[in-house]
């Protein structure tokens, strides 16, 4: 060995004594940081009144609508195979976000609607510091109602204990905020039999006194209007009159049982927040701005919910404010 190999080694090896030793006298190294999405924009309720007020006023689909209609049907929003129970299933590890570690506990449960806030609810959950666990099955609102599994046709056992399931962690999670939201919209308990407002009052009224037990504040979101046809397919075949796929506002709210929604939370103390005026003049239309409002005729794009977030957030807060945790 040359006496400039001899050299070179002892220089590696003394660097090899000098990096253990310094590994010996070190806390291991950090995670790298979480990759959080970009922010949400955080539009104003002003803001968001004004363009649901020009919203009839449009004529033509914009050239940059988001989502484009080629993909609105599926802009969920979030991985909703993974964070909602599906057909059989009867129970579901609950989706977080936020900060896993929060001592606020947020739970968000009910059927696909419930999901359909999820990409507004995670960007508030993220930015209050909270620990939000979402409890969602499709088909299957939380209300005490066996309800009809219409795909199957069927009475819907696997909805009941997946309720009884849901009922069992919120008394052990005892969040601070619990949210219920649910689709009202043609809703059955039994082959070709409608359920009526006073029934879905009265099974809502049910489910949220036995919640109010485990949850500091709860309250329902209301229903959003139903379209007389599919966004999407409608808006494909008239992309030069967005007024020939708008429903009134009369003819798509009576499609849902907001008033007893509402009702059932005046009798048991929860809170209730509408979300008609984030959608709806005397025209529910479905396009505001440059964005798809539905991907279907009764469920949001996840692109128009993630743009609510702020006037989602100011709404919970006005019933859960910041210093309501101890």
Known sequence: MTSRESARSLRLSSLVVVLTVIAGCTAAVPPPPRVL?????????????DAVGKAPLLRTLPADLTPSLATTAEDAGFDHEQ??????????????FGDRASATDVVLYGDSHAGMWVPAMSVIAERRDWRLQVFGKPACP???????????????????????????????????????????????????????????????????????????????????????????ECLAAHRDNIAACSTTRTSATARTWNA??????????????????????????????????YRNRFHLTGTYVRMLNGVLEEALLEHFPPDAVP
């Open 37 to 49: 999405a970009p922010p949400a924009p955080r539009i104003s309720l002003e803001d968001v009144l």
């Open 142 to 232: 939380a209300l005490n109602i066996t309800f009809w599994n219409q795909q199957e046709q069927r009475p819907f056992a696997e909805c009941d204990r997946f309720r009884a399931f849901v009922a069992a962690r919120i008394a052990a999670i005892r969040p601070e905020l619990l949210i219920v939201t649910n689709e009202s919209f043609s809703q059955k308990s039994g082959r070709g039999r409608l359920i009526t407002p006073g029934e879905w009052q009265a099974g809502l009224t049910h489910t949220l006194r036995t919640l109010k037990e485990f949850a500091r504040q709860v309250l329902v979101l209301g229903d959003t209007p139903v379209l007389d046809q599919s966004a999407p």
């Open 83 to 96: 964070c909602e129970a599906g057909p059989r299933a009867d129970r579901i590890e609950p989706c977080v």
């Open 260 to 293: 007893a929604d509402a009702a059932a939370a005046r009798a048991t103390g929860a809170a209730y927040v509408s979300v008609l005026p984030w959608l709806c003049t005397a025209l529910c239309m479905p396009v505001i701005g440059n964005v798809t409002v």
